[in-house]
C-alpha cells in the first residue's frame, strides 16, 4: 500500500493499464450492446478508460477489476443517454446529470440501495426501456428512487433535501419500486425476455480500440417521477 501512495502519475497508470487492457475486448462488446455504433462504442470505452483511471484509487486490490471496469462503463452510457434525453434536472444538481448509475456502491448506503431484482432489470434490459419505464413515474416518485435507489442518500437525507417526513420517502420509494417493476415485467412479456440478457448479439471480438488505447489515444466524450 505504502508503495502505491508514493508511485508516480505514470507508474500509476502503467499499473491501471495493466489491468485495464485485458479488459478491452469485453469492454468493446458491451459498448457495442450499449451504442450499436462502432465510432460511438470505440468513445464509450475511451471514456471508460478515462474515468477508470481517475477513479483508480478507489478500486479495492483483489477484487474483480472487470466487473468494476464495466459497472463504470454503464455508469457512463447512462450519464450520456440522461443527457441526450434531455433527463429532467435531479434536485440540488445544477449540471443535469445523474452522477452515477453505480448500482455496487448504492447498496452499501443506509437507503439500502437498488434490491436484488432491481439489479437483474438494470442488467437485463435495454437503456431506453429503463428510462421509459422511469419517465412513467411521478416526478415525486421518480425523484425519491433517484436519490434513494440509485445515488444511495439515506431517507433522512432524502427528506431533508426535499421537506418531507421520512416516512413519505419511504412509500413513494416503495411505490416506486413496485410501479417499476410492473413497467419493465410489461417489457419482458411484450419481448419475449427471459432472465438473461437476450437484447443484443455481442459484436466482434477483435476491438480497434485496443491499438489506440496503446498508443495513449484519448478522447472525451460528450452527449448531448403518482403520489
Same mark, same amino acid.
Given at each position: 500500500?505504502?508503495?502505491?501512495? =508514493?508511485?508516480?502519475?505514470?507508474?500509476?497508470?502503467?499499473? &491501471?493499464?495493466?489491468?485495464?487492457?485485458?479488459?478491452?475486448?469485453? $469492454?468493446?462488446?458491451?459498448?457495442?450492446?450499449?451504442?450499436? =455504433?462502432?465510432?460511438?462504442?470505440?468513445?464509450?470505452?475511451?471514456?471508460?478508460?478515462?474515468?477508470?483511471?481517475?477513479?483508480?484509487?478507489? &478500486?479495492?486490490?483483489?477484487?474483480? &477489476?472487470?466487473?468494476?471496469?464495466?459497472?463504470?462503463?454503464? =455508469?457512463?452510457?447512462? =450519464?450520456?443517454?440522461?443527457?441526450?434525453?434531455?433527463?429532467?434536472?435531479?434536485?440540488?444538481?445544477?449540471?443535469?446529470?445523474?452522477?452515477?448509475?453505480?448500482?455496487?456502491?448504492?447498496?452499501?448506503?443506509?437507503?439500502?440501495?437498488?434490491?436484488?431484482?432491481?439489479?437483474?432489470?438494470?442488467?437485463?434490459?435495454?437503456?431506453?426501456?429503463?428510462?421509459?419505464? $422511469?419517465?412513467?413515474?411521478?416526478?415525486?416518485?421518480?425523484?425519491?428512487?433517484?436519490?434513494?435507489?440509485?445515488?444511495?442518500?439515506?431517507?433522512?437525507?432524502?427528506?431533508?433535501?426535499?421537506?418531507?417526513?421520512?416516512?413519505?420517502?419511504?412509500?413513494?420509494?416503495?411505490?416506486?419500486?413496485?410501479? $417499476?417493476?410492473?413497467?419493465?415485467?410489461?417489457?419482458?412479456?411484450?419481448?419475449?425476455?427471459?432472465?438473461?440478457?437476450?437484447?443484443?448479439?455481442?459484436?466482434?471480438?477483435?476491438?480497434?480500440?485496443?491499438?489506440?488505447?496503446?498508443?495513449?489515444?484519448?478522447?472525451?466524450?460528450?452527449?448531448?417521477?403518482?403520489?
Amino acid at each position: 500500500m505504502s508503495n502505491e501512495l =508514493n508511485e508516480s502519475t505514470e507508474e500509476k497508470r502503467k499499473r &491501471f493499464e495493466k489491468l485495464a487492457m485485458p479488459a478491452v475486448n469485453t $469492454l468493446y462488446r458491451q459498448a457495442m450492446k450499449l451504442t450499436n =455504433n462502432p465510432d460511438d462504442a470505440q468513445d464509450l470505452v475511451q471514456d471508460t478508460f478515462e474515468r477508470g483511471f481517475k477513479a483508480f484509487d478507489s &478500486f479495492k486490490p483483489g477484487s474483480n &477489476f472487470e466487473a468494476w471496469m464495466t459497472t463504470i462503463e454503464r =455508469n457512463s452510457y447512462f =450519464n450520456q443517454y440522461a443527457k441526450a434525453k434531455r433527463r429532467p434536472q435531479r434536485a440540488n444538481d445544477s449540471t443535469g446529470e445523474y452522477d452515477d448509475w453505480d448500482i455496487y456502491s448504492a447498496s452499501e448506503h443506509a437507503s439500502q440501495g437498488l434490491e436484488s431484482a432491481e439489479q437483474q432489470y438494470l442488467d437485463t434490459y435495454a437503456p431506453e426501456e429503463i428510462m421509459a419505464a $422511469l419517465n412513467k413515474l411521478s416526478p415525486e416518485r421518480r425523484q425519491v428512487f433517484i436519490d434513494a435507489a440509485i445515488d444511495g442518500k439515506s431517507y433522512q437525507q432524502v427528506a431533508d433535501e426535499q421537506g418531507v417526513k421520512i416516512g413519505t420517502v419511504m412509500s413513494r420509494l416503495n411505490r416506486a419500486r413496485t410501479q $417499476l417493476k410492473q413497467e419493465l415485467a410489461t417489457y419482458a412479456k411484450e419481448r419475449g425476455y427471459g432472465v438473461g440478457r437476450t437484447r443484443a448479439d455481442e459484436a466482434d471480438s477483435s476491438s480497434p480500440v485496443a491499438n489506440s488505447l496503446r498508443r495513449g489515444h484519448t478522447k472525451s466524450v460528450t452527449a448531448g417521477h403518482n403520489e
